[in-house]
């Protein structure tokens, strides 16, 4: 499934999917720096049902992101990253 169940009232396309390197190719992507390590690595409290996507090494599948792993934060806790997309 590529379309979530949750949709904004004006939205009625259907959604792309686009790989990450199609992503930084196409500039959507601007900066990349490797990860958030050490005390800034969000904990498993830290995760909500819904919120800003966590997309981690384990969320990809053969150079994909597979939503059914991604996990999400607050936009409180995302802003506080240092590093990362």
Do not use: C
Request: aromatic share 14%.
């Amino acid at each position: 499934m590529y379309a979530p169940k949750l949709r904004f009232k004006k939205f009625n396309e259907e959604w792309k999917k686009n790989t990450l390197f199609y992503m930084l190719d196409n500039e959507m992507i601007t900066e990349h720096i490797d990860g958030n390590h050490g005390e800034l690595y969000p904990k498993s409290e830290e995760f909500v049902d819904i919120g800003v996507p966590y997309i981690s090494a384990n969320s990809l599948l053969n150079g994909n992101v597979d939503y059914s792993k991604v996990k999400f934060l607050t936009l409180e806790r995302a802003k506080q990253f240092k590093k990362g997309v």
